[in-house]
């Protein structure tokens, strides 16, 4: 019996777990893949508060595990495959925990294109992780596809390796930072294939070319490419809680402003709550306001 | 005229201007005393992530004003005297600016107790800042009023120079965190006298005494001692938008999720708004919420 269970050890779950652990709440942090959660796909961190140059993500967040480990809280590498918010109970694939509070700080997963050949070539030439593939399409031509700063930094990481890297965006303009849009626009292996969207992924035992179709005037072209890079956004990893708590229509969790979700007890943070903004640094602090929020939950029960 | 002004340079403000500056932003940030705020109050920050061990808090300030810096955003210690957040106009002690929107990041101010002699003796016995003052007190006897974290730090901080160290504090057990409390109680140097509070402080030309009250038996006596440590609360630093934005009744501004305020374009970020814990890392992660939302702001008005 623990005192609070914390699903998920990315940025906000650390962040809970060195909160939880600096109010001597007994305190186990589960986690499905490995310590560090989606940002481990970002090479470099630039925008994290007290790192001016940037800070490599995986020293990042092995400085914070750190932190957690420091004060003694155990961090199991458990998949979490059913939860009773009620009955505060947490079956894994290991076994069933159980503990007073729970703070849910799944994060979110890639959205996929839903086209014809994604998930045939995923790994074939589908990838939704430059830093992790990157290397692979080195003088290689590639598509990325999306049109925030997600897409921008990842295309430009992909200018390292590829010949041409080509972004593919519904829009006729990026969403990305006008730092970032200035950078693309500034290399010269980045070509910008705008108003467009992918219809399909095509190829005989890898990618070989995507078509794409013009929104506006409906005219479809074939590109020959190497890799298709996905950046268009993603969705919670909470289907573990639906129909059992509040969820937006995304799938993400619904909190208010103490991070208290529609079950007493249950705390929601980082990436996978509905939110403005979701950045490194606001799931840090989210994760402080969960961890606090339980402790006085758990204070309030005796 | 700029595109965006941030009231404020604690680290609140610091991330706002760190992500206004990544998102092309004309930014000025106004900063009325010195560059990071009230946390220069307090020493070393142990709970920021990312920092095992700690970090002393102008260390992590300089890093947090370097980034900032590095992106070519001004920082102007001006104080404010008025905004007119129909206008967007601020009017400073030196002269006034005017931007697209505007982020409060003004922080927050010790609560006094509000007894007699209190002022009469701040600067001589009296202090809000241990860390300022500690050194002063020597092997001297001091008193600290207060029962959460803040005083818990700052007493053990004390018990590096002073002789004894008196916690008041009115309720029968302190608020602070339980591992903070662990530390108080194997401190040999710290004392308690808890439900009591000071209704006097005494003395010729510097404090010498204080008189306290049990609120639960009336019975009242004096404790003599060389100075008075106040860590009773904080009060928001925004007597300059009273009656221009909706207020908490303490006067901490009441912001939404994208911490937009009662009026339209004018944000508010950190410990200067309502909200359920004052801690720096959720601080900053406000302070890239504001941003991000002034800056999707400005982007809507074109």
New interface residues.
């Given amino acids: 019996m623990y005192d609070l269970i914390i699903i998920g050890a990315g ?1 906000a779950g ?2 809970a777990a ?2 939880a652990g ?3 709440l007994k305190t186990l942090v589960l986690e499905k893949i490995g310590v560090g959660g989606r940002i481990l796909m970002t090479e470099v961190i ?8 940037g ?1 490599e993500t995986a020293e ?1 967040i092995k ?2 595990q ?2 957690v480990t ?1 004060l003694g809280v155990n961090i199991a590498l458990e998949e979490v495959l059913e939860v009773d918010c009620k009955l505060k109970t947490v079956k894994t694939s290991e076994t069933t925990h159980s503990a007073g509070a729970i703070i849910i700080a799944t994060g979110a997963h890639p959205r996929k294109i839903g086209v014809p050949g994604e998930d045939k070539f995923t790994g074939r030439g589908v990838s939704y992780c430059a830093t992790c593939d990157a290397p692979l399409y080195r003088n290689k031509d590639v598509i990325i596809a999306g049109g925030g700063n997600a897409m921008a930094e990842e295309a430009l990481y992909l200018t390292r390796f590829a010949n041409t890297v080509n972004i593919i965006h519904r829009r006729d303009q990026l969403r990305a ?3 970032l849009q ?1 950078k693309l626009k500034e290399n010269k292996k980045i070509k910008f294939t705008l108003t467009s969207v992918i219809t399909e992924i095509t190829g005989s035992n890898k990618v070989e070319a995507v078509k794409i179709k013009d929104v506006n005037t409906a005219q479809e072209k074939v590109i020959l490419c190497d890799g298709v890079f996905v950046y268009i956004g993603y969705l919670p990893d909470t289907s573990f809680v639906k129909d059992k708590l509040k969820l937006d229509e995304n799938g993400f969790i619904i909190a208010g ?2 991070l208290s979700t529609s079950e007493e007890g249950i705390f929601a943070c980082g990436d996978c709550r509905n ?3 979701y ?1 490194v ?9 969960a961890a ?2 339980a ?1 006085k939950y758990l204070a309030s029960k005796g």
Same sequence: chains 1, 2.
């Avoid at 630039?46 to 140059?53: D, L, M, Q, T, V």
């Fill in positions: 940025p650390l962040t060195l909160y600096r109010s001597r630039e925008n994290f508060p007290g790192f001016a140059g800070v990042l400085r914070m750190q932190q420091d930072s006008p730092i200035d402003q103490d939110k403005t903004l950045q640094i606001n799931a840090c602090g989210d994760g402080a306001v606090d929020s402790y």
